[in-house]
């Protein structure tokens, strides 16, 4: 029997349609973090430090003041070529400048796409979220160890962190006040498992809007933090990013972002209707909440039962990435899932146009959340190689969808998934099997 080739019920070598290989990506693509510098008082070597090492830059190379994890530094240090050049785009892309009624601000100096690179900057400092006590410094309060790093920042750094916005006032020093204001989750980095933070001279300047039109990520090898558009910005627009209070209700994230960021936010989703936009938001937390990631058993049930519409799953992905585009809040992992789902769908119609714009759609808000595809490109550049290529298609010509171990495949044959349960046949699994991720 050749390979590809397998008996079918009847001991009959079946015509075997072996699948593409590109996979379609999987979300959520990056876990969310909360920006604090928050310590707690477990006992944890912390050290600090300056990166990328001063004699592997340029003189005028901006550097990043760290506490750290012990550990880290060495991990950073073996990454090959570490630090990767750190390119800027030229002219910038943002201005900052005084916004009314919000201090000082972000707008764009030119049109920007989604995914497209808005600023990239060596963050001021960087520090583990969870500032702890060191070994032989055990009576240092978290505080103190911000304070140090703060005080071991180069003069014109110094001036920089200082120049930023203190939304505490006076009823703290004045730097643990700029780092709450100011600090931003980078999530982790090799070496530690816990979450970063860090503070920017220009990405801190970005305001608040709960359908923030940009989003940050921090790329290790050039150590940089990337601030990047989620949706289109106009020449002029302000740069929006959101301070973490993505699902709540308005009431909710009215009264988060007066208590800790001190003001009243009046973007489009606390301006418009509260109502209908607090229950397009209580339909994305539900989808956020319900583990849909590792379940493809609705898609897996659609692509072999010929008796369920060819646009069954469209319309459930359309549905919800409608309610997605209409609060402006591409949130994970909301978006990664119904993107994988929708265009896994398209693919199993044969539908090469619909793959094509939503796969593109998807790399860009990949490249605005991980700064990269994400595997999207390849899926864009070439839907007829994908695993779900044709499943539907080949389903409703009476092809079943078979298990293989390793793999899955289809079989031609003279009877669909649904006879084959209904006589009690084993040999067909008329699902598709699930994958780990
Ligand atoms: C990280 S800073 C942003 C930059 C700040 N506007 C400045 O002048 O440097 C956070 C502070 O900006 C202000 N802010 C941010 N978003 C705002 C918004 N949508 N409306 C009014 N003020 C806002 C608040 O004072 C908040 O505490």
């Known amino acids: ?198 503070v920017c001279k220009l990405i801190s300047r970005a305001n608040h809007s709960c359908c923030n039109n940009a989003t940050w990520g921090f790329r290790v090898e050039t150590f940089a933090v990337e601030l990047r558009a989620l949706l289109p910005i106009k020449k002029g627009e302000q740069v929006f990013v959101n301070y973490g209070t993505k699902l709540d209700t308005r009431a909710e994230r009215q009264q988060y972002l007066l208590k800790r960021y001190k003001f009243n936010c009046t973007c489009p989703a606390c301006s418009s209707d509260s109502e209908e936009s607090d229950q397009m938001r209580l339909m994305i937390e539900s989808a956020s909440r319900i583990n849909i990631c590792g379940d493809e058993s609705a898609l897996r049930r659609w692509v072999n039962d010929r008796t369920k519409a060819d646009d069954l799953i469209l319309a459930e992905c359309h549905a919800m990435i409608n309610v997605l585009d209409a609060e402006r809040l591409y949130c994970e992992p909301v978006w990664t899932v119904w993107y994988e789902r929708l265009v896994k769908a398209y693919c199993a119609l044969e539908d090469e146009e619909n793959v094509r714009k939503w796969a593109e759609k998807a790399a860009k808000l990949s490249r605005a959340y991980v700064l990269h595809d994400a595997g999207w490109d390849a899926v864009a550049k070439d839907p007829k190689k994908t695993e779900w290529w044709g499943l539907r298609a080949n389903t409703r010509s009476g092809i079943r969808l078979v298990e293989d171990l390793d793999n899955f495949h289809f079989e031609r044959g003279t009877m669909d998934s649904n006879t084959l349960r209904d006589s009690g046949a084993g040999a067909v699994i008329s699902t598709v099997p699930v994958r780990m991720r």
């Open 1 to 198: 029997m050749n390979r590809g080739q397998r008996l079918s019920n009847n001991g009959v070598p079946a015509t075997t349609t072996r699948r593409g290989k590109i996979k379609i990506p999987t979300g959520p693509l990056r876990p969310e973090s909360v920006p604090t510098f928050a310590g707690d008082d477990s006992q944890t070597n912390v050290f600090w430090t300056t990166l990328p090492p001063y004699d592997s830059v340029g003189p005028d190379e901006p550097l990043t003041h760290c506490l750290l994890r012990v550990g880290v530094k060495e991990k950073i240090l073996a990454i090959p070529g570490f630090p990767h050049p750190l390119i800027v785009p030229d002219p910038p892309r943002y201005k900052i400048t005084p916004i009314p009624g919000a201090g000082m601000g972000m707008t764009a100096t030119v049109d920007i796409d989604v995914g497209d690179l808005i600023v990239v900057e060596r963050p001021l400092i960087i520090s583990t979220q969870v500032v702890a006590a060191m070994g032989d410094l055990p009576s240092l309060h978290p505080k103190e160890f911000q304070r140090m790093l703060v005080e071991r920042l180069n003069k014109q750094s110094y001036e920089d962190f200082f120049a930023l916005h203190n939304c505490k006032g006076y009823t703290r020093e004045n730097f643990t006040g700029i780092i709450d204001t100011n600090s931003i989750g980078i999530g982790n980095i090799p070496g530690y498992n816990g979450q970063c933070a860090a």
